[in-house]
């Protein structure tokens, strides 16, 4: 059904937002089983869909529903506020299917993806984690992108502003994305972003310093300046020169 609010696409403009999904999961400490676990249970749980860096996603992404294992009663869970996640005990890893609802305005039609639950662990040291108990977590980076999205999503995505257009620049397949919803850069550094705030605001201090250097230096060559005048006029005095000459 097309949506009420607006069906012009932003041409040439996608939009990409980044999000984490996955699973998490750990064997049953043996002395502190939940008392409410099926006696065939042996893991606790959880899947989930969530922002970057606990990013709120939910002003784009509106609902999700996680499809279990028909072993599960009412195995479809839709979730809808974050977080977006369902917490579950259980015996055995299957395939659970994740579908994205946006929120109205986008007028997208929802987008599925799937996760293997991992209850066991994998890798080289599985043997150790699995007598450590350790967390089993099994995550994906993905990027949903929004290709010419409606306006009113748009505004949505960019925070209402046109902000967004200054990330990497307006046109064809100009893509935009990032951490939030404006271009603004993130609070920190780190090994993916050289710029951020931080970087940017001791940029502003250095600069603040330079300008302070330079208003001094102006000050000392005016003072030299102011001097050297003095000296002239003196001179010219001396030897019965008018110290100003009149313009005619
Ligand atoms: C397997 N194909 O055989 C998979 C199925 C089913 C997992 C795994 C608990 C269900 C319940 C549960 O862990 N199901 O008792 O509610 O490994």
Redesign the pocket.
Known sequence: MPSATGNKRVRGVSVFRPFIFGSEAQLFDPEKKPANA?V??THQWRVFVKGINGEDISYWLKKVQFKL?E???QNVRTIEQPPFEVVET?????EIQIKLYFVPESNEKPQTLWHSLKLHPYGPDAEGMKERREVVVSQNYEEILFNEPVEPFYEVLTGGSAAGQLARGKGKNAKQGGQGRTAQIPLNDGPKNAYSRTTENKELDRMAEATKTVEQMIKEEKERLVAREKTLAELRESEGVPATTKKR
């Open positions: 099926p065939d249970h294992h072993t599960y009663a259980g015996w055995g890893e299957f």
